[in-house]
């Protein structure tokens, strides 16, 4: 149980493109997903908090016109990234934890990550 | 910015236990210690958190001293599957988000 996917686990776009990547909570509901990225050699940075129905919490130097999040329900969070250039290749990680108190509530999960390349 | 310090990298003979250290001096009276592990592109997999008292499970134990000013994570009979980054992070617990350190590379020898 628990398991979160990410889809696509890898793409390769031309600059100045829009790509797409979904977040999927498979067996558990999340009123609040996570979007990291990663760069090689690197750890994981925090780029935004996603909350169903609501906006975005970004964190300080990610541009939230580049970088839209879209939550529509408990279960999928879409991390769009908007005209593509070569310095957003990297390493894009979701995360989610149940929703309610009690069992794996204090747990977070993660996806797979998807693996961003624009040329 | 991340409240731990870890040591950047750690050997550890296959079969061998595997005793991962982790600062957290700053730590609040609410706030978890976590465990998690990152395989070469992969995303991170939970491994363990704790309060203030030991905890155990199928993957590994952990340790808080008395003082919660440190914790060490122990994997009993470390693989060459184990070979990963370790990060240790202080959290309180619901929605809110990880923040992560630079961890513990840990290569595991046959």
């Known amino acids: 149980g628990a398991v979160v996917s990410q889809h696509p686990s890898r793409v390769i776009c031309k600059s100045g493109t829009s790509v797409k990547i979904e977040c999927r909570s498979l067996?558990?509901?999340?009123?609040?997903m996570f979007w990291y990225r990663q760069f090689p050699k690197q750890s994981l940075m925090l780029m935004a908090t996603s909350n169903e129905g609501s906006k975005a919490t970004y964190e300080q130097g990610v541009e939230k016109d580049k970088f839209l999040i879209n939550h529509a329900s408990l279960t999928l969070s879409t991390l769009t990234v908007t005209s593509a250039h070569p310095e957003d290749s990297s390493f894009y990680i979701c995360?989610?934890?149940?929703?309610?108190?009690?069992?794996?509530?204090?747990?977070?999960?993660f996806g797979p990550g998807t693996r961003l390349t624009v040329l | 910015d991340a409240k731990t310090t870890q040591p950047p990298s750690m050997d550890c003979a296959e079969g061998r236990a595997a005793n991962l250290p982790c600062n957290h001096s700053?730590?609040?009276?609410?706030?978890?210690v976590y465990w998690y592990r990152q395989i070469h592109s992969q995303g991170p997999q939970y491994i363990i958190h704790g309060l203030k008292n030991n905890e155990t499970n199928e993957m590994a134990s952990l340790i808080i001293t008395e003082d919660r000013k440190s914790s060490t994570l122990i994997l009993p009979h470390a693989t060459l599957r184990d070979t990963a980054v370790y990060y240790c992070i202080v959290r309180v617990p619901g929605n809110t988000p990880l923040v992560f350190g630079k961890g513990t590379r840990l290569s595991v020898i046959a």
């Open positions: 700053t730590i609040s009276g609410n706030e978890y």
């Open positions: 995360s989610a934890s149940p929703s309610g108190a009690g069992g794996r509530y204090n747990e977070q999960f």
């Open positions: 067996d558990f509901q999340a009123t609040t």
